[in-house]
């Protein structure tokens, strides 16, 4: 059982930045970082897989950079010129192999979840 824990997060005003950082207890996965506003459904924002490849929807390009420490078996999720938009429960997401995918349903292991608020 592979146990994910988010970390980081918080509030902030419309522009600033936040870092949020995932640990998980095991490596060679395919890992993402996906998010729900109240109301919404959960949405895939960025994935990263073992060799380093990303991909990240639309809405965060340019402003969101995600990354990954395999020693440290880590990812983060660095989040610039944020937007009240970009408000919700962050989660993070792994899956053993290779196939990586903003798909939730794919994903076998995920996070408790963290809170990030961003005020106008």
């Known amino acids: 059982q592979v146990q994910l824990v988010e970390s980081g997060g918080g509030s902030v005003q419309a522009g600033g930045s936040l870092r949020v950082s995932c640990a998980a207890s095991?490596?060679?996965?395919?890992m993402a970082w996906f998010r729900q506003a109240p109301g919404k459904e959960r949405e895939g924002v960025a994935y990263?897989?073992?060799?380093?490849?990303?991909a990240y929807v639309d809405s965060v390009k340019g402003r969101f950079t995600v990354s990954r420490d395999n020693a440290k078996k880590t990812m983060y999720l660095q989040m610039n010129s944020l937007k009240p938009e970009d408000t919700g429960t962050y989660y993070c997401?792994?899956?053993?192999?290779?196939?990586?995918?903003?798909?939730?349903?794919?994903?076998?292991?995920w996070g408790q979840g963290i809170q990030v608020t961003v005020s106008s």
């Open positions: 997401a792994a899956r053993e192999g290779a196939y990586c995918q903003l798909n939730p349903s794919i994903f076998d292991y």
């Open positions: 990263i897989t073992d060799g380093g490849s990303t």
């Open positions: 095991g490596d060679r996965f395919c």
